[in-house]
């Protein structure tokens, strides 16, 4: 069991915006940047959020991040059925000292 | 741009040594660190070990007595040697880049298949 939870799936229509949670089973949010990963089928990972709320170079606006606490979410707003993807976060254990990796979320786009 | 490459057999016997190669082109080596992920079929993502080009590691705990994490300047590559692997081993590895707290650049991921 990941020391970050994400909720295995989500889903919602095109056009909808859909919040995806990654929440820490303690303070290891506290004091590390989270980011965040977007797996379409049969690819790698393509990394999509970083610094919490940063986005690389061409990756669309419509993808969004944030940090409160022990808590981060993502956010896609405008859903294409291009978006269908696990997503997961990830993010440095300090206490661990180990890089940790969320569950993954299933996005559905209906 | 920079581009990851993972090598290795796709096929490991039980108890034996997974061994694979990724190798870095279009940009630089030096300065960043370099982690091997790993992604059993239809399961979620385990960062096995990091390492930088000078040679700092790093490993997750769970796997530690098991992996060994090398690199090789020279011909800006690092390897990861697995050993006493079972079938839960078999996945999808993955190399990628560890720069600034994130990996940023992915190889396209080599499947390891631990069977006799």
């Known amino acids: 069991q990941s020391v970050l939870t994400q909720p295995p799936s989500v889903s919602a229509a095109p056009g909808q915006k859909v919040t995806i949670s990654c929440s820490a089973s303690s303070s290891i949010m506290g004091d590390n940047f989270v980011s965040w990963y977007q797996q379409l089928p049969g690819t790698a990972p393509k990394l999509l959020i970083y610094?919490?709320?940063k986005r690389p170079s061409g990756i669309p606006d419509r993808f969004s991040g944030s940090k409160s606490g022990t808590s981060a979410t993502l956010g896609i707003t405008g859903l294409q059925t291009g978006d269908e993807a696990d997503y997961y976060c990830g993010t440095w254990d300090s206490n661990l000292s180990s890089w940790v990796f969320g569950g993954g979320t299933k996005l559905t786009v209906l | 741009q920079v581009q990851l490459q993972e090598s290795g057999p796709g096929l490991v016997k039980p108890s034996g040594t997974l061994s694979l190669n990724c190798s870095v082109s279009?940009?630089?080596?030096?300065?960043?660190?370099w982690s091997w992920i790993r992604q059993p079929p239809g399961k979620g993502l385990e960062w096995i070990a990091y390492?930088?080009?000078?040679?700092?590691?790093n490993y997750n705990p769970s796997l530690r007595s098991r992996a060994a994490i090398s690199v090789d300047t020279s011909k800006n590559q690092f390897s990861l040697r697995l050993n006493s692997v079972t079938a839960a081993d078999t996945a999808f590895y993955y190399c990628?880049?560890?720069?600034?707290?994130?990996?940023?650049?992915w190889g396209q991921g080599t499947l390891a298949t631990v069977s006799s």
């Open positions: 990628a880049r560890l720069a600034h707290g994130r990996h940023d650049i």
């Open positions: 279009g940009g630089p080596f030096n300065f960043y660190y």
């Open positions: 390492i930088s080009y000078s040679g700092t590691s």
């Open positions: 610094d919490n709320n």
